[in-house]
T-cell receptor, first 113, second 112 residues
């Protein structure tokens, strides 16, 4: 039972570089989410996809784009990385909304230098 | 958006002590959830609450859905070193389909 799988686990980027964080779930969940976690600031929602074919902005979408490739996969792209995007990124999924909670991946630790 | 106030922000306790933390909201929530995040991992669901007044246990953990539906509490009894981590509350203020709102977390340190 893999659950939610995120790749890569660690990444160092130079300012201005681009990259895509990958997320896949094998639980047949409809909804998927991208969060960032910074010290003392909890979990902040970047983007989410309530169902396949839809995406919406969360609290902190600036500097990011997402793609819901299919029901299983939801990717997060940084077009031009900035030091302020140094963070730990978590992908999560749920059957539908938050009623039964989210299942989280183990995170991607990103450093932008 | 909806705000959750979680307290305390951090706790330093001795092994064997009991721990209490809580979350409050200005809005009525229909669902309260408690997560634990181990160092270097993603949050994992501990307890889910769906009715006002509900009291639910998971081993040494007990959580309650407040009567006003605007708060929730998590208690850990007889703490052990592996309880170390960040505990998050999360709530949903509408029926199925609505996103969760997360508290800022309580960092728990347990000294052996």
């Amino acid at each position: 039972n893999a659950g939610v799988t995120q790749t890569p686990k660690f990444q160092v980027l130079k300012t201005g570089q681009s990259m895509t964080l990958q997320c896949a779930q094998d639980m047949n969940h409809n909804s998927m989410y991208w969060y960032r976690q910074d010290p003392g600031m909890g979990l902040r929602l970047i983007y989410y996809s309530a169902s396949e074919g839809t995406t919406d902005k969360g609290e902190v979408p600036n500097g990011y784009n997402v793609s819901r490739l299919n029901k299983r996969e939801f990717s997060l792209r940084l077009e031009s990385a900035a030091p302020s995007q140094t963070s730990v990124y978590f992908c999560a999924s749920s059957p539908q909304g938050g009623l039964y909670g989210y299942t989280f991946g183990s995170g991607t630790r990103l450093t932008v230098v | 958006g909806q705000q959750l106030n979680q307290s305390p922000q951090s706790m330093f306790i001795q092994e064997g002590e009991d721990v209490s933390m809580n979350c409050t909201s200005s809005s009525i929530f229909n669902t309260w959830l408690w997560y634990k995040q181990d160092p270097g991992e993603g949050p994992v669901l501990l307890i889910a609450l769906y009715k006002a007044g509900e009291l639910t246990s998971n081993g040494r953990l007990t959580a309650q859905f407040g009567i006003t539906r605007k708060d929730s509490f998590l208690n850990i009894s007889a703490s052990i070193p592996s309880d170390v981590g960040i505990y998050f509350c999360a709530g949903q203020w509408e029926t199925s389909g609505s996103r969760l709102t997360f508290g800022e977390g309580t960092q728990l340190t347990v000294n052996p």
